[in-house]
């Protein structure tokens, strides 16, 4: 089997485990690790060959991009404080504490080397913690807590990593150098990130075609991260900060081809990109195995220590830090929707703590030079698998027996609550332009009721019996309407896939019509 071959298996089965691991209940990304793991045992498998160093860049740029689409900079804002106490201060800590543990319990690792490995695996993934979030249906002030923290934590443990990795080789570190390191890391990337995110939306609306619009978003957050790499600032921050200012500023109202094309093509490229990568996982540990030998079995105590540390730190910090939050939210009057409010809610955030691609790729990346790199790896790959194989398949469990799903009705009354709003905007601009440009009167009816008919959807209660049983009976006329239509629709695709076929016929002619009638079909 060639690289070629075994790359073009794991994007295959990212697609193809997508539906069996909602079938069997695991999430994805456990049964990709798995599934990688199963080929790594295979003797026809050959060994993976992309570089360390170029799994950073290749993964993470458009992982990061198309999990910020999801966000804006509103939200951030409103969860600094989870920022503060998860991406930043408790990555800190968890280095820290793990650092000092595995130098104690084993001195033939300098500190510095421990602090490396204490960094690389102190984030959790947000990649695998909102892939398993999302299919045990968490609630949604959860998984905005779980993705905000992913998307910031990078930041803090890979400037951490650098500087660990420097004193280790060299020997030499300075704390004032590291804290100054990591601020200018920090402002450097989100001038960077801002700047591209402006030039960007400005080159998408001179293109003007969602196509190209969309082909421009993929190169965006590659050109953010090695830019700011090669500046010295966060390359995670820089795509973040970029994705963001794109989604937030340069994507208007009326950019509805580049947002539906958009979605479709961001959808896609996580899918295969993520299944690849935690495929990579479980390829790459038999190749880490092989490399230690059988050593590793002096190895399984330390590996076991640090996956404790991990664990347990972040359960402590969960706890402890809940409880502050809602004793200044107490103190100051004010409550964050963001903020862990009771024990159960932390007890399911220290268990989704789920550590994925960005720790392999630190781990894979710890230059020869290191010492005692063969542990260090092995230990890294022993944490990545723990969290994310028991965490994951468990996880589920936990939160049913917890009894934290998700709260349909209350998302369910929000989305009404917001459809009620645009509904009204739309009837006030009916009315505007009914007064501005003396529409004809059976149009302006026509329109307004049509717009009513929403409003009564979403909120029943503000009309009376005979008004909402008129309202059932046009939904009952409009759905007839609808069936009648597409089935029209349907006749008129299949005909044009008729022509499609007749000798002569110009196929990109064909296809403009076709690609019309799916967009009314869409409407």
């Known amino acids: 089997m060639t690289q070629l071959i075994l790359l073009f298996a794991l994007f295959f089965a990212a697609v193809v485990t997508t539906p069996l691991a909602e079938r069997i209940g695991f999430p994805q990304p456990v049964v990709m690790t798995l599934f990688g793991g199963v080929l790594a045992v295979l003797p026809f498998v050959p060994n993976i060959a992309i570089e360390p160093d170029l799994i950073l860049p290749l993964v993470l740029p458009p992982l990061i991009y198309a999990s910020a689409q999801r966000s804006s900079f509103g939200y951030f804002k409103r969860n600094f404080r989870v920022i503060l106490l998860l991406a930043v201060a408790l990555v800190l800590v968890t280095t820290a504490v793990v650092a000092a543990v595995l130098h104690w319990a084993n001195a033939a690792v300098p500190v510095a080397a421990a602090v490396a490995l204490g960094a690389l695996v102190s984030p959790p993934d947000p990649i695998a913690a909102n892939a398993v979030a999302g299919s045990v249906g968490m609630p949604r002030r959860l998984m905005g807590i779980l993705e905000t923290e992913g998307l910031f934590n990078d930041v803090t443990a890979l400037v951490v990593y650098g500087l660990a990795v420097d004193a280790a080789v060299s020997g030499h570190f300075s704390s004032g150098q590291a804290v100054l390191r990591l601020i200018l890391s920090a402002v450097l990337a989100v001038v960077l990130g801002v700047g591209l995110g402006w030039i960007s939306g400005r080159l998408m609306s001179l293109l003007d075609e969602p196509t190209l619009q969309v082909a421009l978003s993929l190169l965006v957050p590659f050109a953010a991260y090695v830019a700011a790499e090669e500046l010295h600032g966060s390359g995670v921050l820089a795509v973040l ?13 009326d950019d509805v081809g580049f947002r539906l094309v958009g979605s479709a093509f961001w959808d896609v490229v996580e899918l295969l990109i993520s299944g690849m990568a935690f495929g990579l996982i479980g390829l790459e540990l038999a190749a880490v195995v092989e490399q230690v030998g059988r050593s590793w079995q002096h190895m399984v105590g330390d590996a076991a220590i640090v996956v404790g540390v991990v664990v347990g730190v972040r359960l402590l910090w969960l706890l402890g830090g809940g409880w502050l939050a809602n004793w200044w939210d107490r103190r100051i009057g004010e409550r964050e929707d963001a903020t862990p409010l009771g024990w159960r809610e932390s007890v399911v955030l220290w268990w989704s703590g789920m550590r994925g691609v960005a720790s392999v790729a630190l781990a894979l990346a710890l230059p020869a030079a290191v010492p005692q790199r063969p542990e260090l790896v092995l230990i890294a790959f022993a944490v990545v698998l723990f969290t994310l194989v028991v ?132 409407r």
């Open 241 to 253: 900060v970029c994705a963001l200012w794109i989604n937030d500023r340069a994507v208007g109202a």
């Open 391 to 522: 965490q994951g398949l468990t996880l589920p469990q936990l939160v049913k027996w917890l009894r934290l799903g998700r709260d349909e009705d209350a998302e369910d009354r929000e989305e009404r609550r917001l459809w009620f709003r645009a509904t009204r905007a739309g009837l006030l601009r009916l009315k505007e332009l009914a007064k501005a440009e003396e529409l004809p009167e059976d149009l302006v009816e026509r329109l307004r009721q049509r717009q009513t008919d929403l409003l009564a959807r979403s909120r029943p209660d503000i009309y009376d019996e005979q008004q909402r049983a008129e309202f059932k009976d046009r939904v009952r006329r409009a759905r007839e309407f609808r069936r009648v239509a597409d089935e029209m629709l349907a006749a008129s695709r299949q005909e044009m896939q008729i022509a499609r076929l007749e000798p002569g016929a110009d196929p990109e002619v064909v296809d403009r019509v076709i690609r019309r009638l799916d967009l009314r079909s869409e």
